[in-house]
């Protein structure tokens, strides 16, 4: 009996093992942008070890196909990743921007806040909560195509691969500007939103809409920003980011290091104000070390010696 027992288990490790070296080979396919490659190898990673992770993957990855036939398969994925789930991740994931003019969408965002409150206690404003996860996969619903080709323009000398790119950066401005339309009406409305009252993840994507406007809207918006953020009600990063992009704009030093430009075609962080203390001030603020943060968000070496 122990034999077989033990001859059970070594089975169901070797298939675990085959089903997250198939997930990670997926995960690589769907980030060079071969996203029917990686639903193959999601699939056979399903076959041999079925997890609600690899069923989240398969819709976002469905999703990203954008027909209509693979956003049929993407809400039936979803739905069976999401169980037992109850964060509001999915809510926000850009990989969503296909779903969510679809009215399946908003059986999502319900089932998903109602086993959050359940969880976590009632958002205050589920209204403006749900505007803002829209808002925030708006945003960055775009990226995935544009961050790939952004990486073949940089390998390619300062070319793109495809004119593909073009409509795809136009989509981007246009639904940046809809977004802070629309954001604006909704700051008159309820005021500057507070993670007590829509979730630390919503507030953050306010900040982050705002910081993608322009410059007069991110002056106009930083105080009440900073006002949240000192009362314990806004993210730091998105608080230094906003900071930093006005420090810059007005011909200043950036205090926190979030912001950089292209250098032959490499990324380095612009100037910032004595950078030996910038762990300091970033640790102050409830953030990490810059040079963890720089590799890790942009691959950027930074090796500044701190005091």
């Known amino acids: 009996m122990k034999k077989i027992i033990i001859l059970c288990l070594t089975s169901l490790c070797f298939q675990v093992t085959f089903g997250q070296d198939f997930t990670q080979e997926a995960d690589s396919l769907k980030n060079q942008g071969l996203l029917m490659p990686a639903l193959i190898k999601y699939s056979e990673a399903m076959a041999k070890n079925p997890t609600s992770e690899t069923l989240y993957k398969i819709s976002s990855s469905t999703a990203l196909l954008?027909?209509?036939?693979?956003?049929?398969?993407?809400?039936?994925?979803?739905?069976?990743?999401?169980?037992?789930?109850?964060?509001?991740?999915?809510l926000y994931d850009p990989d969503f921007l296909s779903l969510i003019s679809d009215p399946?969408?908003?059986?999502?965002?319900?089932?998903?806040?109602?086993?959050?409150?359940?969880?976590?206690?009632?958002?205050?404003?589920?209204?403006?909560?749900?505007?803002?996860?829209?808002?925030?996969?708006?945003?960055?619903?775009?990226?995935?195509?544009?961050?790939?080709?952004?990486k073949r323009f940089m390998e390619n000398g300062g070319y793109f691969s495809s004119p593909a790119i073009f409509p795809i950066l136009a989509m981007?401005?246009?639904?940046?500007?809809?977004?802070?339309?629309?954001?604006?009406?909704?700051?008159?409305?309820?005021?500057?939103?507070?993670?007590?009252?829509?979730?630390?993840?919503?507030?953050?994507?306010?900040?982050?809409?705002?910081?993608?406007?322009?410059?007069?809207?991110?002056?106009?918006?930083?105080?009440?920003?900073?006002?949240?953020?000192?009362?314990?009600?806004?993210?730091?990063?998105?608080?230094?980011?906003?900071?930093?992009?006005?420090?810059?704009e007005d011909g200043k030093k950036q205090r926190y290091g979030t912001q950089w430009e292209f250098v032959n075609s490499e990324r380095v962080p612009l100037p910032i104000e004595e950078p030996e203390y910038v762990d300091r001030r970033r640790a102050e603020i409830g953030l990490g070390p810059l040079s963890i943060y720089l590799k890790e968000r942009f691959d950027i070496e930074w090796n500044i010696e701190q005091k």
Do not use: C
Not at 104 to 112: F, G, S
Not at 130 to 140: A, G, S, T, V
Not at 172 to 201: C, F, H, I, R
């Open 66 to 90: 954008w027909t209509s036939q693979m956003r049929d398969t993407s809400f039936y994925f979803l739905n069976q990743a999401l169980l037992e789930d109850s964060t509001l991740t999915a």
């Open 104 to 150: 399946r969408w908003n059986e999502i965002e319900d089932m998903q806040i109602q086993k959050y409150e359940v969880k976590n206690g009632p958002i205050q404003n589920e209204a403006f909560t749900k505007e803002l996860f829209r808002m925030i996969i708006r945003d960055q619903g775009l990226m995935y195509a544009g961050n790939i080709e952004r």
């Open 172 to 248: 981007e401005e246009e639904n940046m500007a809809k977004n802070q339309t629309k954001l604006l009406l909704l700051l008159d409305k309820y005021g500057w939103p507070t993670a007590s009252a829509v979730t630390e993840y919503a507030a953050a994507g306010a900040a982050l809409i705002i910081n993608h406007s322009n410059h007069d809207t991110r002056a106009r918006y930083f105080p009440l920003l900073e006002k949240a953020f000192k009362n314990g009600e806004a993210q730091p990063l998105r608080y230094a980011k906003m900071k930093d992009r006005l420090l810059v």
